[in-house]
């Protein structure tokens, strides 16, 4: 072992590596704001889940341990569940934001700029609280994300409602326009 060390030792002064750069995080240049709007999906999901679990629990007359418990452990995934895709949706729009979208994009779409600092105010709101109006208002600025993004592309784009028990829409590319 300690021969193939120095050789490599050797090996590295003769020829050192050179650096590489790239030019950002993904130079393959592979994005979607689908995970955003799924993300945003899934708050929406957990404020539901939430608000059932509460109504549930509030409607029992007598509650023993047992519900107590159940009712605790269903609060605690869910809870977690919202804010891990809160923040989920928040990184992902900051991807779009920082790696994607240009000057010329900004140009264009000149409320892009406020919209994804809506989009991370409105997630950390969602991750603090329990308020379906801004789980629903966190949605509708990723849909807005996505509608610009696709259009960026040269996409065409529609609102569609999602294949999920939120009842609420996605936005998802159509082809070329």
């Not at 869910?78 to 991807?95: D, F, G, M, N, W």
């Not at 240009?102 to 406020?114: A, R, S």
Request: hydrophobic residues 40%; charged residues 25%; proline residues 6%.
């Amino acid at each position: 072992m300690m021969l193939f060390h120095r050789l490599f030792s050797v090996m590295d002064m003769l020829h050192p590596a050179r650096v590489a750069y790239a030019h950002c995080d993904i130079p393959c240049g592979i994005y979607d704001p689908h995970l955003a709007q799924q993300a945003a999906h899934t708050v929406i999901r957990m404020v539901m889940l939430i608000e059932e679990a509460t109504a549930k629990f509030k409607a029992l007359a007598n509650p023993i341990a047992e519900d107590r418990r159940e009712f605790v452990t269903k609060l605690a995934r869910y809870t977690a569940t919202k804010e891990q895709h809160a923040e989920l949706c928040k990184h992902e729009v900051r991807i779009l934001w920082g790696d994607y979208f240009k000057p010329e994009h900004i140009q264009k779409y000149p409320e892009l700029h406020e919209l994804v600092w809506k989009v991370m105010k409105l997630g950390s709101i969602a991750r603090q609280s329990v308020d379906m109006q801004t789980a629903e208002e966190l949605l509708e600025a990723a849909n807005r994300v996505a509608e610009i993004f696709w259009e960026t592309k040269g996409m065409g784009h529609a609102r569609y409602p999602a294949p999920n028990p939120t009842g609420r829409q996605t936005v998802y590319p159509t082809g070329k326009k």
